[in-house]
């Protein structure tokens, strides 16, 4: 008997030893590390040099463009997905004909797949000099900077996130027992009072995950203020990639890291408790 | 809100369209689509660096997608068996390797497989035999690495619901039958997680296929076809971008269509 127990704790261990040891070694352990760098100092030639200071905390409005800029296109970009997602996810789940809604919802999921860098050069291309500002030029409208601008930035990250937006939100909708709905209805509610109290209030988890998940993940964009941006509208993760890999101040790339962290829990917090609050689900099917 | 939902759509495919056909444009210029032509393509495909990462982007991409395909059911049926807080420390591990973006992920791995290999590798030169101590630094193996985890923790949910929602009923009915666990394993579980797991490996795959911002980080002196590409389109746009895109995009779709057909797949009966 005991032997048998020891087998199954053995094989339980086996199993999990993998992931637990990937886990630890490229999660955890490498954000320790961060962590130790953001309160030391830079050494002379460029590397890391011990010392326990909060300089490179407070060090960090020197960045404070990034920190603007980031902060500011974030929300909105997450709320401009939000306005166009909730519809087509709405659509999606309560009115679209059966036999389209698999097909429909394969178009939602490849995008999110597809490579960012490929779909942000494609705005790259149409925005910039000899896309759309060209084809004005021929009815007369000249000069006209579209790219590099951060409306142009706002419109790549709508198009690289709304499928990240639309699946949660879909998912929230999909669920919806809609008995409610007919029951609201027959009460007496107007479409509207129905859509704000019954639909809209049931699917606010989903919309807080997507909400949260492109949120946070905006924050440390890096490729569509590049391409789209042209170093004039600069993020956080333009001063993550300048401080790591050009002038190399380690130290001072890894309190901005920390902070981009400690800002992400913050936004996964507020938006658990929004949700919890509303009601209970949050699981999200990425597929 | 018809109206509404096919221009988003529109909004959604007309951009990728677009570069698709001027990868088939005779001319150079992206205004004025001059004629049919293939040679954007034929000119991609001999580039010799291009090639290269190419190549360096499909080893990459089949080796961590495999290691993660492995370790990550490995987990998921390990999961199964452990207690309560077990699970809930797992969850949380899994969840900020999909959640934390990808900028963090890679500046950390980085920071930290530095400092590892300033340790590690004068302990080699001491201790290795001939005059020639290898030398361990960024690359294949730091990309790998850094795209197993999220691939890891992506299998591990895929196949974690897979197996929540298993027929409890059969697995019992085979060990009544005094099937061996690993006799049920085989015939019970292994078939009915298995189109999960193919599902898994294949967005694994193109996860890191089309990851630039990790690999970065950590690539050291390998370049992958993201990083390749982001390079050139740096230096200006050209219809060769265009053949490149077009085949990553062509890629993709498969690859993903192919997951969800696994993922639809109706459990084989037994």
Redesign the interface.
């Known amino acids: 008997m005991r032997g048998s127990l020891f087998r199954k704790n053995l094989v339980t261990t086996l199993l999990l030893a993998p992931a637990a040891l990937w886990l630890v070694i490229f999660l955890v352990l490498p954000f320790i590390a961060i962590a130790i760098f953001s309160v030391g100092e830079r050494a002379p030639e460029g590397g890391y040099q011990a010392a326990l200071t909060f300089a490179q905390y407070a060090n960090l409005p020197a960045r404070a463009t990034a920190f603007w800029n980031t902060m500011v296109l974030a929300p909105i970009g997450a709320l401009a997905c939000l306005l166009v997602a909730y519809p087509v996810a709405y659509y999606l789940a309560l009115r679209a004909p059966d036999r389209w809604r698999l097909i429909l919802l394969a178009m939602i999921v490849i995008p999110f797949w597809t490579s960012l860098l490929m779909r942000t050069y494609a705005w790259m291309y149409i925005l910039g000099g000899r896309g759309i500002p060209a084809l004005l030029a021929y009815v007369g409208i000249e000069d006209l900077r579209l790219i590099n601008t951060p409306g142009a930035v706002l419109l790549g990250i709508v198009y690289g996130y709304l499928p990240l937006m639309i699946l949660p939100i879909y998912v929230s909708l999909e669920r919806l027992d809609r008995r409610l709905l007919e029951a609201s209805a027959d009460l007496g509610a107007t479409p509207l009072s129905t859509f704000l109290g019954v639909t809209l209030r049931l699917s606010l988890p989903g919309v807080m995950t997507g909400f949260s998940l492109v949120m946070i993940l905006l924050l440390g964009e890096y490729l569509i203020p590049t391409l789209l941006g042209g170093g004039k509208v600069f993020f956080i993760g333009n001063a993550l990639v300048d401080l790591f890999l050009q002038s190399r101040n380690w130290p001072f790339g890894s309190a901005i890291a920390i902070t981009l962290v400690l800002v992400s829990v913050v936004v996964l917090i507020i938006a658990n408790r929004i949700s919890t609050r509303l009601s209970g689900a949050r699981r999200v099917d990425l597929i | ?2 109206a ?2 096919v221009a ?2 529109a ?3 007309l ?2 369209a ?2 698709v056909l ?1 990868s088939f444009n005779a001319g150079h ?3 004025e689509f001059t004629g049919f032509s293939v040679q954007w393509y034929g000119k991609a495909l001999s580039n010799p660096f291009l090639v290269e990462a190419l190549k360096n982007s499909l080893f990459i991409a089949t080796t961590s997608a495999l290691l993660a395909a ?3 059911t ?2 998921a ?3 199964q ?2 207690g309560a807080r077990t699970r809930a420390l ?1 969850d949380a ?2 969840g ?2 999909i ?7 890679g ?7 530095v ?1 590892l290999f300033a340790v590690v590798n004068p302990f080699l030169a001491e201790l290795w035999p001939t005059d020639q101590p290898p030398k361990l630094s960024l690359g294949y193996g730091s990309i790998i ?2 795209h ?2 999220f691939s ?1 923790a ?1 299998v ?1 949910m ?1 196949v974690g ?1 897979r197996l929540s929602s298993l027929d409890r009923n059969l697995v019992e009915a085979s060990s009544d039958l005094y099937a061996t666990p690993l006799t049920t394993f085989r015939s019970i579980v292994l078939p009915q997680i298995m189109p999960a797991v193919i ?1 898994g490996f294949l ?1 694994a795959f ?2 890191s ?2 990851d ?2 990790v690999a ?2 950590v690539a050291g002196a390998q370049t992958t076809l ?1 990083i390749y ?2 390079a050139s ?1 740096r230096r200006g ?1 050209t219809p060769e ?2 053949a490149i ?1 077009t085949i ?2 062509c890629a ?2 498969v ?3 192919l ?2 057909w696994q ?2 797949r109706r459990k084989p009966s037994p």
């Open positions: 809100m018809r509404f939902v988003v759509f909004f959604l495919y951009p990728i677009l570069v001027f210029h992206a205004s492995f370790c990550g490995a987990a049926l390990g999961l068996r452990v797992f591990l899994l900020a390797a959640v934390v973006p990808g900028v963090v992920i500046i950390s791995t980085l920071v930290a497989l400092q690495a850094a197993g985890l890891m992506l591990t895929i619901t599902a967005l193109t996860f296929f089309d630039f911002i970065f980080f993201p590409v982001f389109i746009v971008i265009n895109a990553v995009l993709s779709v690859l993903v269509l997951a969800q993922l639809g």
